[in-house]
């Protein structure tokens, strides 16, 4: 009896230390499996058998320990040791390592989804990011705003040189300062002063059959400029050399028919030139001071322009400014100009303080758009604080009109911004293609009003022209940033992570995938770096953790407990042949 057990517990040790042995070389076989994991076998000893309980101390006795003899080994368990692996730089953007802990989230073609720390992924040919053996690799995406959705996982794909955006305008914002120590119009209009400036043409008159007072309805083709005929039927009338405020303005045409009012002319005149007209603009006519617009002078016979107030809106049509560039055979020939205007004798356009700026803004398909935004000191209190107007205007709007909106902003006593009225411009993109009309709200909270030089700038503006993707990096908390050509860089979607309570819990499936198993705890899915989840390593790849050294030893140490189990059994043998020969 006793020979066979030690028969039987000698062939224990070698399937034991044969098992260890299998766990070694899967161990040293993956030494170089990235994000692979090493085991460790464990024994413990099989039941024993007990010829004595051992028995408790007595007054005459000290007892006696219980007599047991052990059968043998076997195999207690396999430890995974879930600590980082080395991070080997690759240098290809693809290649994640994560450092901490979690594991990668992957779907297979059945649906089912796996778990693994091999971070070697690639793009296929849809850019989507998958796994060698073309698991795709799941995340969060984005909206069409590249907001990163949480809480849905997605296949992560990076378009390269596929995806092209654009973004609408919707808010601009400014900074900088407004000069408060200048004139106001409301107080230069008081004293008399002429605070808008204001043109007048030569003297014309009607030669058709309503003449010869001139009015809204008097035909372009009966102007008379005591020289003759201005216009006829054909010419085509050309804004030129405008100059506003210093700037000159954008060429404009108009094209004389026979039916051609001089109400019409005025009215594309006053809208070339951006003449803002609006309801809610002060009244100074009190102070003879006339309304901004281009209207027939009720003195004479002249066309009477008003522009709006400001330094940056004064006016100046030069003998270029207005001029035929296009004649008929019969008619007036190119070149010639059918309007001349000037200032009125003695005018003197008053001192008001004023700036100018300009801004780009995008529509709905992101062309561009120019915008111009003249700020004008309309009033002061006489307990402290200005009033400022802005007036935005943009050859860009689809009509005629350049006028796109104005409003007021005001200032306490002490230049710091209170509150702005009808901040919000309007832009016509008809036949662009974008949707219109398209609204911008202008921000100027963060200007100022001291006594100072002026200085405005925008600061920023929510939209972008259109641009392709060109390129990604992926950060240590697995957000895709990509970079389109047009300078900008917006998310593309966040590789996340998957924690378990018990990682030694995890089934391996090949693949270097793990999958739940009934003691692993359910995934919890984590962004990286955050709560108790690892952080990415871009462009990394983690090495497995087997300690070759230690496999080393372990391995002389397997090996040694083989051949000393196998001693055991020859050992019985060679008793057991000995006790044989007792009965020959």
């Given at each position: ?7 039987f517990a ?22 170089n499996?990235y ?106 995406g ?15 794909r ?7 955006t ?40 009607d ?13 372009l ?17 050309t804004l ?6 210093g ?68 006016l ?32 003197s ?12 803004a ?19 209190t ?8 802005y ?38 993109r ?13 921000d ?36 895709i ?26 089934v ?7 999958t ?61 042949n ?7």
């Open positions: 009896m006793g020979l066979t057990s030690a028969l000698g062939l224990s040790g070698m399937k034991t230390n044969e098992f260890t042995m299998d766990v070694i070389g899967h161990n040293i076989a993956n030494v499996t994000g692979f994991k090493a085991s460790k076998a464990g024994f413990q000893s099989q039941f024993s058998n007990t010829f004595s309980f051992g028995s408790a101390p007595t007054a005459t006795s000290g007892g006696s320990n219980p007599l047991q003899v052990g059968t043998g080994t076997m195999v207690g368990g396999v430890q995974r040791d879930f600590g980082d692996g080395a991070p080997e730089v690759t240098g290809i953007k693809t290649n994640l390592a994560i450092q901490g802990q979690g594991l990668f989230i992957v779907e297979r073609p059945d649906g089912s989804v796996g778990y693994s720390r091999d971070g070697n992924f690639q793009f296929n040919a849809e850019n989507y990011l998958i796994t060698s053996d073309g698991y795709f690799l799941q995340g969060f984005v909206d069409s705003s590249f907001t990163i959705l949480e809480g849905t996982l997605t296949n992560l990076i378009p390269i040189g596929e995806i092209t654009a973004s609408t305008t919707t808010e601009a914002c400014f900074s900088g300062n407004l000069n408060a120590d200048g004139n106001d119009a409301t107080e230069q209009a008081a004293a008399g002063n002429q605070v808008r400036p204001t043109l007048y043409s030569q003297t014309l008159t030669t058709g059959a309503g003449g010869p007072l001139l009015t809204a309805g008097t035909l083709t009966d102007l008379d400029n005591g020289s003759g005929p201005v216009v006829v039927d054909g010419n085509i009338i030129a050399e405008a100059v506003k405020g700037q000159t303005l954008p060429e404009e045409t108009f094209n004389v028919t026979a039916t051609s009012t001089l109400g019409e002319f005025l009215a594309w005149l006053e809208d070339v030139m951006g003449i803002n007209t609006s309801s809610d603009l002060p009244d100074y006519t009190a102070d003879g001071v006339p309304d901004p617009g281009i209207n027939i002078s009720a003195t004479n016979d002249s066309i009477e322009i008003v522009g709006n107030i400001g330094n940056h809106n004064a100046d049509l030069g003998n270029q400014a207005i001029k035929i560039t296009k004649g008929t055979a019969a008619g007036i020939p190119g070149d010639s100009l059918p309007f001349t205007f000037t200032e009125p004798s003695g005018f356009l008053a001192d008001v303080e004023s700036v100018r700026t300009s801004f780009r995008y529509d709905s398909l992101g062309i561009p758009m120019d915008i111009d935004v003249t700020m004008v000191m309309e009033s002061k006489a307990g402290g604080g200005i009033t400022w107007r007036f935005a205007e943009s050859s860009d709007d689809s009509d005629a009109d350049r006028v796109v909106g104005t409003g007021t902003i005001s200032f306490d006593a002490n230049g710091n911004y209170l509150e702005g009225d009808n901040l919000s411009i309007t832009i016509d008809e036949d662009s293609g974008a949707s219109t009309p398209q609204a911008i709200t202008l100027f909270s963060r200007l100022d009003s001291y006594a100072m030089t002026n200085a405005i700038s925008l600061l920023s503006q929510d939209g972008f022209q259109a641009g392709t993707l060109q390129d990604y990096a992926i950060g240590a908390d697995g957000v940033v990509g970079s389109f050509d047009n300078g900008l860089t917006r998310e593309m979607g966040q590789v996340v992570l998957a924690t378990f309570r018990n990682y030694e819990g995890l391996v499936q090949g693949d270097n995938l793990w739940p198993g009934p003691n692993s705890g359910q995934a919890i899915i984590k962004k990286p770096s955050e709560l108790g989840a690892g952080s990415i390593s871009p462009a990394s790849l983690e090495l497995s953790n087997v300690d070759l050294s230690r496999e080393f030893i372990n391995l002389i140490i397997s090996s040694t407990g083989f051949s000393a189990s196998s001693r055991v059994i020859q050992t019985s043998d060679q008793l057991l000995e006790l044989m020969l007792m009965t020959r």
